[in-house]
């Protein structure tokens, strides 16, 4: 039996299941290309996309914006031609007008942007074919970004991520509301969101969907966005434990062997807290001894004379599977992943008690 489609823009994804974009090189085009051939948006992370190239120390923005344009097309190669090609990209990422413009010049169908407010992204997008997504994590955050990009470009989001306090990598809160999970009715935040989204969508006369995002692990999970009015949802770390994943084995096998006492906060060279598994690397961090040793100028908000670590250099040495010196970003949930599945089997998985034609209206 099939799913529920979502229509985004001129684009249909045969299944509402979008797969989180994971930097450095966990998501790129073999992951992406893969969740795409199965109807759902695959994502590629942009964040230091081309950290494998020879040439990445001496030019790292060369490097990247070349591994981005073939990264892109391969995945769309994998794909089939199905689903829909995202890329993930970090508003406070330097060069940021380039990267939209590769994006949509290399034939990606969506940029994805959070990690900060997209405020500009419309207008470094102008004159391109290529749907627009916020990652948002609040009402406040909604309805800032959703009325900035009426107010100044007159057009409104093509489909909104609402991206919850148990997601992996970069949150949206603060460490004190992370510290009160237990007691946060965030379905109550994202019903808000909903309803800030249903203005838009009526203003600007078409649908806008919604994905959420933090700690979807089972069908019951993916139902349950749907009953409270999302049209769909964001997977990231189910995805890391699957073949077609690309990051290595090692990096995998963190996944797989991790629990939940390995879980813990980490503070982002950025200002943002970031979830992510303890090991010596995050030990050091914490202990103020972990050294810089090379800039690779990434990020705006980074200092690299007053930065606790280099992110770029731990996510690299995570994604090569350095288990003691690299960052592992995860969600809250990464410890009830147990073993190694495939993309289709994990969609087949996470999708089965949606089906086909289901009216969401109709279950609220």
Not at 276 to 285: C, G, I, K, P, S
Not at 334 to 358: S, Y
Request: charged share 25%; proline share 4%.
């Amino acid at each position: 039996m099939g799913v529920k489609t979502v229509a985004i823009g001129k684009h249909v994804l045969k299944v509402p299941v979008i797969q989180g974009g994971m930097g450095i090189g966990v998501s790129r085009c073999r992951l992406a290309g893969a969740v795409a051939k199965e109807g759902g948006m695959g994502v590629i992370s942009a964040a230091q996309i081309g950290y494998d190239d020879p040439d990445f120390r001496k030019d790292p923005e060369a490097a990247n914006l070349r591994a981005l344009r073939a990264h892109i097309a391969r995945a769309r190669e994998i794909s089939g031609g199905r689903g829909m090609i995202a890329v993930n990209l970090m508003a406070v990422t330097q060069l940021y007008e380039d990267y939209v413009r590769i994006c949509a010049e290399a034939g990606a169908d969506a940029i994805i942007s959070g990690a900060g407010l997209p405020s500009n992204l419309p207008k470094c997008a102008e004159g391109y074919d290529i749907c627009l997504a916020p990652i948002v994590s609040s009402e406040k955050s909604a309805r800032v970004i959703l009325k900035s990009w009426d107010r100044k470009y007159q057009r409104t989001a093509d489909f909104l991520i609402i991206e919850g306090p148990l997601a992996g990598g970069h949150l949206g809160f603060s460490q004190e509301e992370l510290n009160q999970i237990s007691s946060m009715n965030y379905d109550e935040e994202i019903k808000k969101i909903l309803r800030i989204r249903d203005s838009f969508a009526e203003k600007y006369g078409h649908e806008i969907p919604v994905f959420s995002a933090g700690g979807i692990f089972s069908p019951e999970d993916v139902l349950h966005q749907l009953e409270l009015g999302c049209d769909g949802v964001q997977v990231a770390s189910r995805f890391v434990a699957t073949e077609e994943c690309d990051a290595s084995p090692e990096y995998k096998r963190a996944y797989i062997e991790a629990e939940e006492k390995d879980i813990e906060i980490i503070k982002s060279p950025v200002g943002m807290p970031g979830r992510a598994l303890r090991n010596a690397f995050t030990d050091r961090v914490r202990e103020g001894s972990e050294k810089i040793t090379w800039c690779f100028n990434c990020l705006k908000a980074c200092n690299p004379k007053t930065a606790d670590y280099c992110i770029t250099q731990a996510l690299i040495d995570a994604v090569k599977g350095d288990r003691q010196n690299g960052l592992f970003f995860c969600g809250a949930r990464v410890g009830e992943i147990r073993k190694i599945t495939t993309v289709k089997d994990l969609i087949e998985e996470l999708t089965q008690k949606i089906g086909t034609g289901t009216d969401k209206k109709q279950i609220l």
